[in-house]
Nanobody, 128 residues
Framework: EVQLVESGGGLVQAGGSLRLSCAASGFTFDDYAIGWFRQAPGKEREGLSCIRSSDASTYYVDSVKGRFTISTDNAKNTVSLQMSSLKPGDTAIYYC?????????????????????WGQGTQVTVSS
């Protein structure tokens, strides 16, 4: 059974940092891309970043480039999203998701309809 479990959300002041983690199980980690998404109240779900552990390729959307860093711990089948310089506009529920996407195809921007497995989400609130 595929499982994705997010952790690390919380309340932080603007300018602060948080580190989200996504623990994956039930599939061959190297054959999948893991993406981070978020959904703010009243807004559509937005893809932020993705990574594939087999070749360490990554992708970031412009709104988080330079502020967020995605990484993997292959020994633990975990993907992390280090978020810094947080803004109130980053307030949302953050989700990790997985899609079968083995190399060597170039990693594409994270689109939610392409991801098959989802975690339950973790709330991030950035206060001004």
């Amino acid at each position: 059974e595929v499982q994705l479990v997010e952790s690390g959300g919380g309340l932080v002041q603007a300018g602060g940092s948080l580190r989200l983690s996504c623990a994956a199980s039930g599939f061959t980690f190297d054959d999948y891309a893991i993406g981070w998404f978020r959904q703010a109240p009243g807004k559509e779900r937005e893809g932020l970043s993705c990574i594939r552990s087999s070749d360490a390729s990554t992708y970031y959307v412009d709104s988080v480039k330079g502020r967020f860093t995605i990484s993997t711990d292959n020994a633990k089948n975990t993907v992390s999203l280090q978020m810094s310089s947080l803004k109130p506009g980053d307030t949302a529920i953050y989700y990790c998701a997985a899609r079968f996407y083995p190399g060597p195809a170039v990693l594409r921007p994270p689109m939610d309809y392409e991801y098959d497995y989802w975690g339950q989400g973790t709330q991030v609130t950035v206060s001004s």
